[in-house]
């Protein structure tokens, strides 16, 4: 994954309280980070649909047994 550094630094002679609004380099910067932050969140959703699957496969197992049938105690 690409590493960006933030533009936006205190010693930058443009700074001003709404420069986030204006500047093109920080709305260029702010665009990259939500498209990383929505890949990271894809992701993750992936990762948390198999995690609840293998938790059903193996609540199944230990209920059932490997091949289906009721364990007999």
Do not use: S
């Amino acid at each position: 994954m690409e590493q960006r550094v933030n533009p936006c630094r205190k010693d930058c002679p443009k700074r001003a309280g709404d420069c986030h609004v204006w500047c093109e380099k920080y709305r260029a910067f702010r665009a990259w980070k939500e498209e990383e932050y929505a890949e990271r969140a894809a992701r993750a959703a992936l990762d948390e649909a198999d995690a609840v699957r293998g938790k059903k496969i193996r609540r199944d197992v230990r209920q059932r047994g490997l091949d289906g049938t009721r364990r007999r105690g």
